[in-house]
C-alpha cells in the first residue's frame, strides 16, 4: 500500500512517499514550519502533500505531531509549534481537504513504530534491531522524548503520556526540567537542560568551551561533540552525567515492562554516535537488571523514521479498518 508519511517538526515538515509493504520511502517534500499558527501549519502540510504526490497515488495520509495526540485524531496541544494551545481535529480537517484518510500520532511513537517495524521484518540488512514484538525508543534531543511499543503496537495510554521517559525522576530533588518538576531524565539528557547547567556553571566561573562556542544562541549537537572531543571537562561531566540518567532510566523501565531492545536516536545521540550508546551501557547507575537484559542501540533510520513511521502507521489504520 502506498501512503504519504509528515513528520511535523518544531523547525521542518517534511513528506514521503512510504510503501507499508517494503518499509522504502520516495520523493521528498520539505518547508520550514511556519511560525504563524497551527492553520498556517496545516495549510503548509496540504501543500507538501499535493506536491509530493500530484498523481493522488496514496491510499492514506500518516502525519507525526511533536506533542500531546490522541486516538481520535485530535491533535492537543504541541510544545515546539508556535500557538499551538488548543486541540484541533487534525484527521477530520484535513480528511475532508484531502480527499482521504488522515492519521494522527505523536512524532516520537511513530518514529518508534518505524524503528520496530523496519527492523523486524523490513530492510532487515541496514537494521539494528531484530525480532521481538516490544521495543523503547528513545530520542535525545533538545528534550528527551520516548515511544512505546508493545505487542506490534504504538501503546499511547489512556492520556497519550506512555514511553514519556523523559519526565521519569532521576534525582529526586535535582535540576529543574523544562516541565517544572524537578531531577527529571531530561533536565540531565536534554540539550536544553545541558545547555542551562553549562551556562550556571560558567557563572559560578566554571568556564567551558560549549559556553564560548553557543555564545547567546542555543546549544547544537555539533558544538555537544566538539567541545567533548576537545576533552572540554564540563562537557565530559555533563556527557557523562548524561549517560548515568538514562542507563539508570532505561534500565528501570525495561524491567518494569520486560522490554528487550530499546533503540537510541534523536540529534545528540546520532551525532555522539555508539561511543554514547558505550558510555550509557557502561554506566553504573544502569538501572534494572543492568546492561545485559537490554539491547541498546542506534536507531536506523536518523531523518526518515518520523515520516516513515507516519505512512507506516496510516497504512495500519487503513489495513485494519478494511478486515
Ligand atoms: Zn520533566
Known sequence: MKTIGVDVGGTKILCRLVDTDTGKARGRSKCSTPKTGPEDVLKAVVDLIHEL???????????????Y???????????NIVGWDRPLDVS??????????????????VGALAEYRLGKSMDSASSTVDAGDDLLAVFVGTGVGGGLILGGKIRSGGRGLAGEIGHVTVVPGGELCGCGELGHLEAYAGKAGMERRARSMAGRGQASQLVDTMQEGSLK?????????????????????????LALAIGNVSAVLDVPHVVLGGGVT????????????????????GPESVELSLASRIDDAGSIGAGILAGDHLRARRE
Open 53 to 67: 504526490d500530484p498523481a493522488n497515488e496514496a491510499e492514506a495520509v500518516g502525519i507525526g505531531f511533536p506533542g
Open 69 to 79: 495526540v490522541r486516538a481520535d485524531g485530535v491533535v492537543v496541544h504541541c510544545t
Open 92 to 109: 477530520a480537517r484535513l480528511g475532508a481537504i484531502l480527499g482521504k484518510t488522515v492519521v494522527v500520532g505523536n512524532d516520537v511513537s
Open 221 to 245: 549537537s555539533r558544538q555537544l561533540l566538539a567541545a567533548f572531543k576537545a576533552d572540554d571537562p564540563v562537557t565530559i561531566q555533563l556527557l557523562s552525567e548524561a549517560a548515568d540518567a
Open 270 to 289: 546520532s551525532r555522539l554516535g555508539q561511543e554514547f550508546v558505550d558510555q550509557i551501557k557502561s554506566s553504573d547507575w544502569f538501572g534494572g537488571f
